[in-house]
Every structure is written in C-alpha cells, then in structure tokens.
C-alpha cells in the first residue's frame, strides 16, 4: 500500500524559505502527479500544486510566483519551495498523490510555522 | 476560479441519523469531477467519493455521493459516532486546478 512521508524544518523565518520533501513508498513516483496542498490552522485546505512524473508541473495562480515543486525520481521523493514567507503561510503542509482527479493517498502533514 | 460553497457550515445530528451535505459549484463542474473528503482533528484528508458518486476502496456504502454540474450530495446514512468530522467537496479543472469548499462539520 502506498504511503506518503513528508519531513523538512517546521520553522522559517519572515521573508526567507519553506522547504518541504515527501518520499513515496509502496510504489514508484513514475507515474501520476504528485501534489502539495496546505492548510492554515482552523482553516479549509488550498492547493498549492502539482508536478508529473516527466518533471511537468502546475501552480495555483495565487501561489505561482513563490512556489517551486521538484521531482526526485532516483530516491523517489518530491519537494516544495515557497519563497519570501509571511505569517500566512503558516500551515500544515500535505503532500498527496493526484490521480483520476482526485488526491489519494495523503502524507499525515507537516506543521510549517512562519516566525523570526 | 470555480469557487465550491458547502452548507451547512455546521450540522448536528445524532448516531444513527441520516446526514445531507451540500457542495454548489459557482460553474459547471467537468466530467463530475467532484471528490468528498473526511478529516478528523490532527488527521489528513481521506478521500470518500471520486466522479461525484463512486466511493473509493474500503469505504463503507453508507456513504453516497450524488449530483451534476453545479450542485453535489454528500449523503451518511445510519451515522456511526466514527463519521463526526469535518467534510470537504473537491473539484477537478480549471484554474486553479484543484479547488476545495470551505467545510462541513458534522458533529453530535
């Protein structure tokens, strides 16, 4: 059964970097797409984005300019960074497999506080 | 931006009572592609409904989705006291390509 672990540091200063791994296990990355998405303390979820086995990737417009999402197929893992941070990007961030149009399965999240 | 709006925000009901979610899309959803999610406190997202009405693996058939175009069901017959979480609809295209609703919360 395919599982999803997602790790990188919980803290990150004002206007500095947020970066964010998620290895796969129980299966290959090469194949489907491979999201993140975050959720706000108390809040509902966003999609931040998504990239394809071959490298393609795809970002929510209000995140594009900040956000670069990788693919490590070798060690079977992908990562997110969200540049020049603020306090609203403090969030739990889950990583998830895209497939069929859905988000399946989950990583169990990574709490990613912005603060100096 | 296909923007997803959930009622109610709250509902509260008892075990063994039948629950009915709302997700209205502001635009026609393609295909059908909407999803329903469950996610307990400090737990991830686990995907319930795909294509609007087929549940995923291991899902029991006490959950069923329904609807098309702008307008979606999230029906829980028989509520178990495990089903109390919050709920979130999903929608597949456009931009951004992925959208949520803001929630349901189901509690007792």
Known sequence: ?116 | EIVLTQSPGTLSLSPGERATLSCRASQSVSNNYLAWYQQKPGQAPRLLIYGASSRATGIPDRFSGSGSGTDFTLTINRLEPEDFAVYYCQQFGGSPKYTFGQGTKLEI
Not at chain 1, 55 to 61: L, V
Request: with cysteine.
């Open chain 1, 1 to 116: 059964q395919m599982q999803l672990q997602g790790s990188g540091p919980r803290l990150a200063k004002p206007s500095g970097t947020l970066s964010l791994t998620c290895a796969v296990s129980g299966g290959s990355i090469s194949s489907d797409w491979w999201t993140w998405v975050r959720q706000p303390p108390g809040k509902g979820l966003e999609w931040i984005g998504e990239i394809s086995d071959s490298g393609k990737s795809n970002y929510n417009p209000s995140l594009e300019s900040r956000v670069t999402i990788s693919i490590d197929r070798p060690n079977n893992q992908f990562s997110l960074k969200l540049n020049s941070v603020t306090a609203a990007d403090t969030a739990v961030y889950y990583c998830a497999r895209a497939s069929n149009k859905v988000l399946d399965p989950w990583g169990q999240g990574t709490l990613a506080t912005v603060s100096s």
